[in-house]
């Protein structure tokens, strides 16, 4: 049986860095990071989302500013909060939950984020300062992935890493952080051409392509390191749903030196990323080092 890395456990430990980093600002510069979150319609999913970015925001010490829309907002509505929360100094960080009702053109609204605000890492600045290996806002669900990576490996340069599902928000920023540690990356899809093979190769592979447990056990190289970022809900025993990744769990775990968990796994790392990027935006515009 594999080492399971505890997501949870890791998440709780990077929300306690960010508690003492916001300390330190408030303390030695009289700064409070501002994270706005703005929220359109009424998805359950996302307003649950919200309400714990909300809580965690505030129990790191930091601003937590809500803004709940009606689903009739319109697209013009939407980016004339965007460029007031931009104009606001209190606001460090901005967050348009997704998804957005039809009427509004997603690209769109997150074009109009300050990319210095833009605590998701989704405008195409930051994808750009991100490919070319300059300074920028880093999506969260990558970053913490990388973070759990090298936590576990240490040093990830000249690992062989196979990152499957090529995504804006995980597929493609996964491979250039990956790329940025020196590993080897091939980025798979469903149209590679030998899919466990490939896979087999991987002394890393990150699941990020949204199939219920597509990665199966003997594609897995023995003692390989695997990521799971799949959230997939199932039918389970009883008629009742369970979550599950896209990597069969029960028998990767036989092959993998160590593998993430779902639920539990990437998942908390997600919104504990977000508020390290606050922190981290908020130091960038101020124009200091970021706490140690």
């Given at each position: 049986?594999s ?5 949870k456990?890791?998440?709780a ?11 330190t ?7 409070t ?7 359109v ?11 714990n ?20 907002t ?5 980016v ?35 990319p ?5 890492g ?26 759990m990576l ?13 990152v499957?599902?090529?995504s804006?928000?995980v597929?493609?920023?996964?491979a ?5 540690e020196n ?7 469903s ?12 002394d ?12 199966l ?14 959230i ?37 790392m997600?919104?504990?990323c977000?508020?390290?990027?606050t922190?981290?935006?908020t ?10």
């Amino acid at each position: 049986m594999s080492n399971v890395i505890d997501g949870k456990a890791f998440a709780a430990n990077v929300r306690s860095d960010v508690a003492r980093k916001v300390s330190t600002l408030k303390q030695d510069h009289n700064i409070t990071p501002g994270l706005a979150v703005v929220l359109v319609g009424e998805d359950p999913a996302s307003q649950v989302y919200v309400r714990n970015k909300g809580k965690q925001t505030i129990e790191c010490g930091m601003e937590s500013m809500e803004h709940k829309l009606p689903d009739t907002t319109t697209q013009a509505e939407l980016v004339a909060l965007v460029e007031k929360l931009n104009a606001d100094p209190s606001v460090n960080g901005i967050l348009v939950q997704l998804p957005l009702p039809d009427q509004i053109d997603a690209d769109a609204v997150i074009g109009t984020i300050d990319p210095d605000k833009d605590v998701d890492g989704f405008h195409v600045i930051n994808v750009g300062r991100l490919a070319i290996g300059e300074k920028s806002m880093v999506p969260c669900t990558p970053l913490g992935c990388i973070m759990m990576l090298k936590d576990h490996h240490g040093d990830l340069s000249g690992k062989n890493a196979v990152v499957v599902g090529r995504s804006n928000i995980v597929g493609k920023p996964m491979a250039a952080l990956l790329l940025a540690e020196n590993c080897t990356v091939t980025i798979a899809h469903s149209r590679t051409a030998d899919l466990p093979a490939v896979c087999r190769a991987a002394d890393i592979i990150v699941a990020a392509v949204g199939r219920p447990e597509m990665v199966l056990g003997d594609w897995i190289k023995p003692g390989a390191t695997v990521i799971d970022v799949g959230i997939n809900r199932i039918e389970g025993e009883n008629g009742k749903s369970k979550l599950v990744g896209d990597v069969n769990f029960a028998e990767a775990a036989e092959h993998a030196g160590a593998i993430t968990p779902v639920p539990g796994g990437v998942g908390p790392m997600t919104i504990a990323c977000l508020l390290a990027n606050t922190v981290t935006a908020t130091c960038r515009q101020h124009g200091i080092s970021e706490p140690d």
